[in-house]
C-alpha cells in the first residue's frame, strides 16, 4: 500500500517507515466504517488501517496535503488543486487539527500518541464541529458520533 505514498525510511514491515498522514485524517481513521468514495479508496483505508493497528508505534508525520490515504482516491486531483474550493477546505481541516494539537506542519510522532493527543485536544463539541462540520460522511463516521455524545454528555 506504500508504494505511491510519499514516505521516507526503510521498510514499511517492520513498523519503522515514517507514513505520510494528513492530521484530519487521524479522525477519520478512527471513524471509519467501511464507507467510502470507491473500492480503490474503501481497500487502501483498510490496509492502511490494519498497518497502524500492526505497528501503533509506527511514526506518523502530520501534514495538511496529499497523504497516503488520498493517493487511492477518486477526489485527489480536485484535493490538491492549490485554489480549489475542495483543497482549501480540506486544508483548513488540517490547519485546524494541526492547531488545536498545538504542532507544525511535518510534526512526526507515533500513531498511538497521535491517535491520543487528538482524543485529548478535541475536547469539545465546538472542536468537532469546526474539523468535521463540513464533512458529509457525519452520519458513517464513528469518531464522530462518539466525540459528539462524549461532548453532550459531558453538559
Ligand atoms: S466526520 Fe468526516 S472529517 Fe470528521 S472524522 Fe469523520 S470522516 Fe473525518
Ligand atoms: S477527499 Fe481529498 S483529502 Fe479526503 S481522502 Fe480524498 S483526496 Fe484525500
Redesign the pocket.
Known amino acids: 500500500m506504500f508504494e505511491k505514498s510519499n514516505t521516507s525510511g526503510s521498510d514499511s514491515k517492520t513498523g519503522s517507515e515514517c507514513l505520510k498522514i494528513r492530521a484530519?485524517?487521524l479522525?477519520?481513521i478512527?471513524?471509519?466504517q467501511g464507507y467510502g468514495y470507491s473500492q480503490g479508496f474503501v481497500a487502501n483505508m483498510r490496509a492502511v488501517i490494519s498497518d497502524i493497528k500492526a505497528f501503533p508505534s509506527r511514526p506518523l508525520e502530520l501534514v495538511s496535503e496529499c497523504d497516503v490515504i488520498c493517493t487511492s482516491c477518486p477526489n485527489q486531483r480536485e484535493c490538491t488543486a492549490q485554489q480549489s474550493i475542495a483543497s482549501r477546505r480540506i486544508r483548513n481541516?488540517d490547519l485546524v487539527v494541526m492547531e488545536k494539537l498545538k504542532i507544525k506542519e511535518g510534526t512526526v510522532m507515533k500513531a498511538d500518541e497521535a491517535f491520543r493527543l487528538i482524543n485529548s485536544q478535541l475536547a469539545n463539541a465546538s472542536d468537532?464541529e469546526e474539523?468535521?462540520g463540513t464533512?458529509?460522511?457525519?452520519q458513517?463516521?464513528?469518531?464522530?458520533m462518539q466525540m459528539k455524545d462524549k461532548c453532550e454528555n459531558k453538559t
Open positions: 484530519h485524517h479522525c477519520c478512527q471513524g471509519f481541516m468537532i474539523v468535521c464533512c458529509k460522511w457525519r458513517k463516521c464513528l469518531w464522530y
